[in-house]
């Protein structure tokens, strides 16, 4: 028997369809706000991210084409794991280039902290290895960031191509209501 408790969220915004209807009936192009976040993002293949699916023809791809990956990488404050906790960068990551090593990742940066618990990010992008930074779109968001739009870029601060091991830098301008 499955049974469903439902409780109610202890997000710092209500995301309740009553609370958004209610929202909704106050907005004005001129209250739009300005958020800009620095974090950084924890990924280890094999942990915070795995394969899903794979070509049959992956595996003679010098670019991995087809290669399918979904991930759920934690956001820091700071470089180290240990620092304060932000969130997590969860989405897939596709490598979706014929000619060089790049992936498509859509995601969403989902955020635990006080401030933003609750709210959400979505994102999309192209990320071609050979660059040193990248940049992706802010496509929407909920909660605090609601009709959200504007920037993600990110760039290594650490990477091990043995271990799988990756920390990003991550900067987000969003605006948003
Ligand atoms: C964030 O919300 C969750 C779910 O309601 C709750 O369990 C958690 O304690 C909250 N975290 C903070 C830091 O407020
Ligand atoms: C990557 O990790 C391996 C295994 O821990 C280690 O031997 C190697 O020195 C690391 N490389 C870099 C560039 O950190």
Redesign the pocket.
Same mark, same amino acid.
């Given at each position: 028997m499955i049974s469903i408790v439902i409780?109610? =969220? *202890? =997000?710092?915004i209500d995301q309740s369809p009553k609370a958004v209807r209610k929202w909704a009936k106050t907005l004005n192009p001129a209250n739009q706000k300005l958020t800009k976040l620095h974090f950084f993002c924890h990924h280890l293949h094999g942990a915070t991210a795995t394969t899903i699916a794979k070509a049959t023809s992956t595996d003679a791809s010098p670019t991995f084409f087809g290669l399918l990956d979904t991930r759920d990488d934690p956001l820091t404050l700071g470089p180290e794991e240990s620092s304060e906790r932000l969130g997590y960068a969860q989405g897939i990551s596709a490598a979706a280039s014929l000619e060089e090593i790049s992936s498509f990742d859509p995601f969403t940066f989902v955020f635990?902290?006080?401030e933003h *618990?609750?709210s959400t990010l979505a994102a999309l992008g192209s990320c071609p290895i050979s660059r040193p930074s990248c940049e992706a779109a802010v496509v929407g968001g909920s909660g605090g960031f609601r009709l959200a739009r504007g920037s993600v870029t990110s760039k290594s601060y650490y990477m091990n191509f043995t271990t799988g091991k990756a920390i990003l830098e991550i900067s987000v301008v969003a605006l948003h209501y």
């Open positions: 409780t109610t =969220c *202890n =997000c710092a635990t902290s006080k *618990n609750g």
